[in-house]
């Protein structure tokens, strides 16, 4: 393809060639290589570190309710509950911390 130009507005809008409002022109460059994105990211947290090895049967215990319906969350959405069994067991100990198993 070939290099084209293109009027645009003052709003930075196309305009049709000609247009009294589009002065300006853009060069569109075609086949020019994306260069790779700066930085890596953060990476995954240590919630989602924890649930990506939790097997079957394994379990973690949390001081408070809030901890432990986030690592709930976190199992569902990783290994799926939408209208299938279900994947997470949440109890109360009588020391008052929780503890999250993976059922699924």
Same mark, same amino acid.
């Given at each position: ?5 293109l !009027? ?7 305009m049709p060639n @000609?247009?009294?409002? @589009?002065?300006?022109?853009?060069? /569109?460059?075609?086949? /020019?290589?994306l260069?790779p994105? !700066? ?6 947290g240590?919630i989602a570190r924890? $649930?990506a $090895?939790?097997?079957? @049967? !394994?379990?973690?215990n $949390? ?6 319906? /986030? /690592? ?7 290994? @799926?509950?939408?209208?299938g069994?279900q $994947? ?15 059922i699924?």
């Open positions: 393809m070939q290099n084209a130009a !009027a645009v507005s003052q709003t930075g809008w196309p @000609g247009s009294a409002d @589009g002065d300006a022109e853009l060069a /569109i460059d075609y086949n /020019i290589p260069p994105k !700066a930085g890596g990211g953060r990476g995954p240590p924890a $649930v $090895v939790m097997t079957v @049967g !394994a379990s973690v $949390v001081p408070n309710a809030n901890k432990a319906n /986030i /690592i709930a969350t976190a199992l569902r959405s990783r290994y @799926g509950q939408k209208n069994p $994947v997470a067991a949440m109890r109360k100990l009588p020391d008052g911390s929780f503890r999250v198993w993976r699924a």
